[in-house]
């Protein structure tokens, strides 16, 4: 058995604000020279506020335009247009407003409505993708812990280390579930690299614990926006690379049982979108929505929920 493995503070978090403080400072700077240059009145220090804000939503906007673009699959434009502006705003939301601020440690949620709670009600834990942390999460485990749910969303540190490095992790989150629930079993829900590291917990530490694995927006088969990222983790998503064919033939068919997948064809962060499947395992698709809109949109929350309660 592994050693318990203590949480660790939220470098994402950290990571963000250092981010926007650059941007917020660039921008301020820029529209405060602009101003004066042009001899525009006004309050220049509001003005340049403005300017510095204004400057973080734009990088935002050229970020999540370029991958739309980059992504885009064949076949009509409206779904695709839905899909860039509802990924635009879950950015805002996530990366802007959730991520970076409130609590900095995981906890475990117990269910929030005891009217609901159902003694068999499974506790779920949700794992969350690369350079995310478990605020990505907030509207799903409101949505679980309404249904009668115990929830944990964990951290995965550090942000770049392997897919491996993180089963230790996951498997220390389920057994503290375990502990405070008296459940025999957890549900898994991995959003993106999260479903793979759930994977890789599965090879490491077996399927005793789980009763059922659901990811949203997993790149099982890789994918090609990757080729950007050099870090450990990035090269183990590369389209078809060796660590996804080392991880698919190490699992079983009592491993793909355990499955149910769901994918967006207009996934702007894994693609090809329709390849992301495996052999034996159930696939549900949607269609209008981006990569990270799939922890905020309502159809796939009531899938999940129901998925959830169907392992039961």
């Known amino acids: 058995m592994a050693p318990p493995v203590e949480w660790k503070p939220n470098m ?12 917020l400072l660039t921008g301020a700077l820029l529209s405060a020279w602009w101003f004066a240059d042009s001899h525009q009145g006004g309050p220049l220090l509001l003005l340049a506020v403005a300017g510095g804000v ?21 076949g009509p434009i409206a779904p695709w247009i839905k899909a860039a502006w509802g990924e635009f705003k879950a950015a805002l939301l996530i990366f802007g407003l959730r991520q970076p601020w409130g609590r900095t440690k995981p906890m475990v949620l117990p269910h929030e409505m005891p009217s609901k709670t159902d003694s068999s009600a499974l506790p779920v834990l949700l794992v969350h993708g690369f350079i995310c942390n478990h605020r990505v999460w907030n509207k ?22 392997s897919i491996d490095d993180y089963a230790p992790l996951i498997n220390h989150a389920v057994d503290t579930l375990l502990s405070q629930t008296g459940a025999s079993k957890v549900v898994l829900v ?8 759930i994977r890789a917990w599965m090879r490491a530490f077996g399927t005793e614990k789980a009763a059922r694995v659901i990811t949203l927006g997993t790149p099982h088969q890789g994918t090609q926006v990757s080729q950007w990222f050099s870090t450990p983790n990035g090269r183990q998503m ?9 991880l698919s033939q190490s699992e079983t068919p009592a491993h793909r049982q355990l499955m149910r997948l769901a994918l967006t064809h207009h996934d702007n962060i ?10 034996g395992v159930q696939v549900t698709e949607f269609t209008g929505i981006g990569h990270l809109q799939m ?17 039961q």
């Open 12 to 23: 994402l978090a950290r990571l963000l604000i250092a981010t926007y403080l650059v941007q």
């Open 54 to 74: 204004a400057w973080i939503v734009w990088w935002q906007a050229v970020i999540i335009g370029f991958a739309m673009l980059k992504s885009r699959p064949a």
């Open 140 to 161: 799903v485990a409101h949505a679980l812990r309404h249904e009668g749910h115990t929830v944990l969303s964990l951290d995965l540190e550090p942000l770049f280390a």
């Open 190 to 197: 991995g959003h993106s690299m999260g479903g793979l590291a």
């Open 238 to 246: 590369a389209w078809h690379s060796d660590w996804l064919a080392d």
């Open 270 to 279: 894994v693609h090809p979108q329709r390849a992301q499947t495996l052999d």
């Open 295 to 311: 922890c905020l949109d309502n159809d796939v929350i009531r899938w999940l929920v129901q998925q959830v309660h169907d392992a």
